[in-house]
């Protein structure tokens, strides 16, 4: 019996026909966004291969999806701010972070995974975890609760997800020494910010937030200007430029090669100029205990004199002298040194006092994300009126209360000690035992900071502490992959 060909109606389509389909589809709606004037659907068609080429990298590499998250915690304000406070940009940092982790599981699950995933158990993540359960025991108290959830997620989720990622990924002298050069090209942006403020003054967006949430009686002082860069508030962008300095200032000292030395000399001048323009005064704080914690730990005797008479000519120079004063920056953070003088100080240490008195019967606090209020008028002021915290141990001490803070202030020390015996007893390298004692310095300062500020629980600081602690934590994983006089920058 005869066998005749049959024929379909349809070919399969090549894979090389249905691209220049999609490309024929996508210049059709760009040219429809373009007739009517529909400039989302325009731009959402001219970005689309960009993104999907972007997501295909960031699922594919997780250390580019990290890198994408420190971006965006660098720079999260700068987004909410221009963005018009759009509700839920906020979210852009959690998104990031689980597709980081979507990342790293699904390099997992292939075939040859180059991630160190038992980096992951150390003093941080351990310590979170063990934070994170407190403040879920502690909602059994009857007096507290989370108070709103939506905003205060980062605490229970995406600031352990960072230490978890921080911990898996941040484990090799190359991305350390990247860290670094990536880190100095966002200070150069924010002190280009904060040059533009100067020079030009505050754009609509910035005079907008001013104004919006008064914090304009916090930056337009009669002594002068307190600027902020593109960062939420001057305390954060001082704190921040502090931590900065104090890093780069003594990696400055650290370095052997002439283009990294003029880099991280640079890199100190523009975040010392960023901290003194914000008028942050407790910023000083990070450089000079980052100093002494420096001369505590360092093995080199040439070294330890070194930064010991660095940080004494400094706290002289604003302690025992008026050099300077006619500088509105530089008088503006002397003051910091005699706190006493100082009103702000004043008024924050009778906070203090009606603190103590509403917390008293609460040993676990209000609740996450809670505040006190002056319910019996303490303080002379408004009936209910909120009583400010304006730092960090402040803060944990009320959401959490006086068992909470004890055990906050716990973690610090453990994480502290557990640092410090790995750059003593576990480096052998001589400059990353060096490198990874200026990350942990500056955090030390940093921590120094909570008790008169709020910007070490702010992003980019929530980032940052991290970032340098992970390495940290991972020194001796990464001593492991250098030679014993290996010279890393």
Known sequence: MAHYPTYSNHRDISPKGL???????????????????????????TLLPLSLLLAFVFFKQPLWSYVLLGVI?????????????????SGIIDVAAF??????????????????????????????AIWVLYCILSLLAPYTKVHNPLTTRGMFITIPLIYLLSSILMCTPKRLKYTFFLLGIFIVTAAFKLVWQ???GFDSME??????????????????????????????????????????GLLTFIVKKRLAFLFCLSI??????????????????????????????????????????????????????????DNTFIRRMRT???????????????????????????????????????SKNLSRGRIAERIPTDASYVDRWAENGIVGLCLYLSIIG???????????????????????????????????????GQAMEAYPCTFLIPLFLAFVQNGPYIDKQLARNEIIA
């Open 99 to 128: 597709i980081c982790l979507l990342s790293l599981i699904i390099n997992r699950l292939g075939t040859s995974s180059s991630y160190e995933w038992k980096n992951a158990i150390n003093v941080l993540t351990i310590c979170q």
């Open 414 to 452: 453990a994480i502290l000690i557990r640092s410090c015996y790995l750059i003593l007893y576990r480096i052998r390298n001589d400059q990353l035992r060096k490198m990874l004692s200026a990350l942990l310095c500056s955090i030390f300062g940093l921590w120094i900071t909570g008790t008169a």
């Open 207 to 248: 005079v907008a937030y001013l104004l919006d949430t008064e914090s304009w009686q916090t930056h337009l002082l009669s002594t002068g200007i307190r600027y902020f860069s593109f960062f939420s508030d001057a305390g954060n962008f001082g704190i921040t430029m502090g931590t900065f300095t104090a890093v780069f």
């Open 336 to 374: 910091a040194f005699r706190p006493t003088e100082d009103a702000s100080y004043n008024v924050r240490a009778e906070n203090r006092k009606l603190f103590a008195y509403y917390l008293a019967e609460k040993p676990f606090g209000v609740g996450v994300g809670g505040r006190i209020e002056d």
């Open 73 to 89: 915690c660098c720079y999260c304000h700068a987004i909410y701010r221009y963005s018009g406070g759009i509700p839920g940009s």
């Open 19 to 45: 691209i220049y389909l999609c490309l024929i589809l996508g210049l059709g709606g760009m040219a429809y966004g373009l007739v009517t004037q529909n400039w989302i659907i325009f731009i959402g068609i």
């Open 198 to 200: 100067r020079r030009k």
């Open 268 to 325: 100190t001048i523009l975040s010392a100029v960023g901290m003194f323009m914000s008028g942050t005064r407790s910023a000083i704080a990070i450089p000079l205990g980052g100093l002494l914690l420096y001369t505590l730990i360092n093995k080199n005797l040439k070294q330890f004199f070194t930064c010991s008479l660095t940080g004494i000519l400094l706290f002289s120079f604003f302690y025992f002298t008026n050099i300077g004063d």
